[in-house]
């Protein structure tokens, strides 16, 4: 059974810097490129960044380019979002997915999905 | 970026009836164009995937089609279950995805 459990959510200020993990099993982890996607609740989502399997490929939204880095460890089956310079529009539910293809820019769909971490910014 | 806009934004129906959600690209997606249903407190599951083809244990009451700009999901025999949130996305360029359409009882 594919599983995907995030975490390191939380209260930050504004400025402030988040990083969240997740942690998948289930599957062969190196041979899927993986996503973040936030939703403000109540509201739509929104895909935050992707990185290829090998990790030498990555890709932001143009509201977290040059503030967040996403980037994945396979020897421990994980994901990260190194999100640094928070405003309070990057407050939402944050979701690991996994693609359905390796690399990340290859038009997969997200075929599973994390419960998801809550970030919320504020002071 | 490509714009998606579903409609309608709200869809109230009856466990049996049939129902078709649309979803427009600003531009030609050729058929990446996935659809999702997120129920309350619940993450996006995928119910099809390429316009048209259904994910891994989706009952096939669920219908995909549509490719360039338009799309539809179509639901048959509404269950229960099915009232919830449904999303588009494209995945041709990057992903964005619609902005929903609830589905009520």
């Known amino acids: 059974e594919v599983v995907l459990v995030e975490s390191g959510g939380g209260l930050v200020q504004p400025g402030g810097s988040l990083r969240l993990s997740c942690e998948a099993s289930g599957f062969k982890f190196e041979d899927y490129a993986m996503h973040w996607v936030r939703q403000v609740p109540g509201k739509g989502l929104e895909w935050v960044a992707g990185i290829s399997w090998h990790s030498r490929d990555e890709g932001y939204a143009d509201s977290v380019t040059g503030r967040f880095t996403i980037s994945r460890d396979n020897a421990v089956n994980s994901l990260f979002l190194q999100m640094n310079s928070l405003t309070t529009e990057d407050t939402a539910l944050y979701y690991c997915?996994?693609?359905?293809?390796?690399?990340?820019?290859?038009?997969?769909?997200?075929?599973?999905w994390g419960q998801g971490t809550l970030v919320t910014v504020s002071s | 970026d490509i714009q998606m806009t579903q409609s309608p934004a709200y869809l109230s129906a009856s466990v049996g009836d049939s129902i078709t959600i649309t979803c427009r690209a600003s531009?030609?997606?050729?058929?990446?164009l996935n659809w999702y249903q997120q129920k309350p407190g619940k993450a996006p599951k995928l119910l099809i995937y390429e316009a048209s083809s259904l994910f891994t244990g989706v009952p096939s009451r669920f219908n995909g089609s549509g490719s360039g700009t338009e799309f539809t999901l179509t639901i048959t025999r509404l269950q229960p279950e099915d009232f919830a949130t449904y999303y588009c996305q494209q995945s041709y360029d990057i992903w964005t995805f619609g902005q929903g359409t609830r589905v009520e009882i």
């Open positions: 531009q030609s997606v050729s058929i990446f």
């Open positions: 997915a996994r693609d359905t293809r390796d690399y990340y820019d290859s038009s997969g769909p997200f075929d599973y």
